[in-house]
């Protein structure tokens, strides 16, 4: 006997602080191409109570003065996307989103600017950790490729934070090579261990500086960021 089971419709929200950038690529992703619920979320507004799952999404929000995310982590909206994580509702930080998070404590670590001191805008390879709401669509150790545009992804923890990442399975997202060796060459910023993303230990909080928002269309040659977005969405099915 088949039963079939339809999928529920997802309420995201892009949250768009002055300088953030990436907003409509992500709003793009659910909406047009998943075909989920997505609202954009000024900063100064309220998060209505149907929200599943919080979009921090890259940019320079307020100019990336001071340190990158940090009037962000001051803003009207601030206390708001802690008492939705401390909830458990799904939160994504892309980028600077990442930036914010580490601002707000909702992630451990702070992102220092890049080895090379340069902007870097490019493709990366990554190795993923699929035990995450975030990605388990994707096999556990499966390599990907996805675009970097940051001058700040530079991860960086003290020695007992590290170890608490690796004990509790938090790094998600290791730079690597394509055959997924994870070593200095196929380090692009100089993170400790290659980290490109980690989440909260609940589970529910992700930042990552690559961007899976521009690797989700075939005109792109590049669908690789599709499997983050649906592994929301399956987690808030279950």
């Not at 008492?83 to 458990?88: Q, T």
């Not at 001191?117 to 996805?146: H, M, Q, W």
């Amino acid at each position: 006997m088949n039963i079939s089971f339809k999928m529920k419709k997802i309420n995201f929200a892009v949250i768009n602080f002055p300088g953030s950038n990436c907003e409509k690529d992500c709003f793009y992703v659910i909406k047009k191409i998943l075909k989920h619920n997505c609202d954009y979320l000024w900063h100064q507004e309220s998060i209505p109570n149907k929200i599943d799952c919080l979009i921090i999404p890259g940019g320079f929000s307020y100019g990336d003065y001071l340190r990158t995310g940090s009037i962000a982590s001051q803003s009207k909206i601030a206390d708001k996307i802690i008492n939705f994580a401390n909830k458990g509702g799904s939160v994504i930080g892309i980028c600077n989103g990442f930036q914010i998070l580490t601002e707000l404590k909702l992630l451990p670590g702070t992102l220092l600017k890049n080895k090379s001191l340069k902007f870097l805008c490019k493709d990366e390879y990554l190795k993923i950790n699929n035990k995450s709401r975030f990605t388990s669509k994707y096999k556990n150790g499966e390599v990907i490729k996805l675009p970097i545009a940051h001058a700040e992804g530079n991860y960086y923890a003290d020695k007992k934070t590290i170890k608490e990442l690796v004990k509790n399975n938090q790094i998600i997202f290791s730079y690597s090579r394509e055959d997924g060796k994870i070593d200095e060459i196929s380090n692009p910023n100089g993170s400790i261990m290659n980290i490109a993303g980690i989440m909260n230990k609940k589970g529910n909080v992700i930042g990552m500086m690559p961007h899976p928002e521009r690797a989700c269309e075939s005109i792109f040659n590049n669908t690789m960021g599709l499997n983050f977005f649906k592994s929301i969405i399956h987690f808030h099915n279950i």
